[in-house]
């Protein structure tokens, strides 16, 4: 096993669980909330504060002033300026490159598709549902929502996770072409997605070897 995957996912489509069955599968880590943690340590940032910031745009600064900024390192005086919401995704598009060096692994969210799209050993996916599907995965997971407030939070969830791709890569969240494969989980349900994806994997590292 030698291959990064990367999950771009709805809210409420399973595409969490879907990673970590595939790294349970192949015995690698699998990195969701587990990503804050590391950017934490990695970069000196409050975890807490890099949490508050997880997954949520900004238009206080443009996306190339962003990446040129990038470019110069942690110790310039503009990057000392920059939002809060900056410094975090700056820190975990760090985190982010330096885990996919380490080996295989599954990575959810946070543009780790657009982090990695210059790695060869990587493949991308992006997990998608149809709504009632998502709304009784919603209503099941956390028990004091009904379908309207699950509706209601999906779709904010979701435009939130929109904003955030589109703004800090130079791709559009969940339109096919900004991944290897876009999967409807609500077609074969989570483990049957997880085995189409499993078979996907190995068909690829396959075909590098």
């Known amino acids: 096993m030698n291959t990064v995957i990367t999950i771009g996912r709805q809210f409420g489509s399973g595409g969490r669980e879907i990673g970590e069955k595939l790294a349970e599968h192949f015995g690698i880590k699998c990195y ?21 910031h997880d997954e949520r745009p900004t ?13 110069f390192g942690y110790n310039t005086s503009t990057f000392m300026d920059m939002p809060i919401s ?6 975990q598009f760090d985190a982010i490159k330096s ?13 780790a598709d657009y982090a990695l ?17 998502k709304i009784q995965r919603l209503v099941k997971k956390y028990p004091d929502l009904n379908e309207s407030k699950a509706r209601d939070m999906m779709i904010k969830k979701d435009k939130q996770r929109q904003s955030y791709y589109n703004y ?27 085995k189409l994806i499993t078979q ?3 068909d690829f590292e396959q075909k590098e070897q």
């Open 99 to 111: 885990i996919a060096k380490e080996g295989p692994c599954v990575l959810v969210g946070r543009c």
């Open 86 to 91: 900056h410094k975090v995704f700056l820190a």
């Open 168 to 194: 800090y890569s130079s791709k559009k969240w969940g339109r096919a072409d900004s991944y290897d494969f876009c999967l409807n989980s609500s077609v074969l349900g989570i483990d049957g997605t997880v």
């Open 59 to 71: 238009n206080s600064f443009l996306y190339n002033l962003v990446m040129d900024t990038y470019s």
């Open 32 to 52: 969701d909330k587990e990503l804050l943690s590391r950017a934490a340590k990695d970069s000196g940032f409050c975890e807490e504060m890099i949490k508050t």
């Open 117 to 133: 799209h210059d790695m060869k050993n990587c493949l991308h996916f992006f997990i998608y549902a149809d709504e009632e599907t």
């Open 200 to 202: 996907i994997i190995e």
